[in-house]
């Protein structure tokens, strides 16, 4: 029979052995030009995925208040923990909305906003003392 470990001796050996004299290599320089592209190009890394993962999620997910759809949230105003009153614009029309826990109700439908309006308005509130 021969024997399991007859490789362990010359191994043994070869771990006891004093490491072998290297010749001594001079520091690497800290602020090489290696070292500033390789962080130049790590960041440029990083700020490529933050834009990337910006583009996808204003691309993929919705994002409230944001569409450019047929209906816009024009703005709203909380009464209570579960209660809203909003208003929303659906093809150039507004409409307050009540909005509570499974019910939506529409509670007034108020003039469509006109800024050019608004600015005649002003100017005619404002009387020709003003306008000169």
């Known amino acids: 029979m021969r024997p399991r470990y007859r490789h362990l001796p010359p191994l ?4 006891a052995a004093p490491p072998l004299a290297a010749a ?4 690497p320089a800290v602020l090489g030009s290696g070292n500033l592209l390789e962080t130049a190009g790590g960041l440029a890394v990083v700020l490529g995925l933050l834009l990337g993962l910006a583009w996808v999620v204003k691309r993929y997910l919705a994002v409230p208040g944001a569409s450019k759809g047929r209906i816009q949230v ?9 209660e809203r ?7 150039g029309e ?4 009540g ?6 109700r529409m509670l007034h439908r108020l003039p469509a ?5 608004f ?3 002003l100017a005619q509130a404002a009387g020709p003392e003003e306008a000169a």
Do not use: C, K
Not at 24 to 27: E, G, H, K, L, V
């Open 74 to 82: 024009v703005g709203g105003v909380s009464l209570g923990p579960r």
């Open 94 to 97: 507004r409409l307050l909305l």
């Open 113 to 117: 906003s006109d800024a050019g309006a």
């Open 85 to 91: 009153a909003v208003i929303v614009e659906v093809e």
């Open 12 to 15: 043994a050996a070869l771990l």
């Open 24 to 27: 001594p290599q001079a520091a």
């Open 119 to 121: 600015s005649e308005a």
């Open 99 to 104: 909005v509570a826990q499974g019910n939506v």
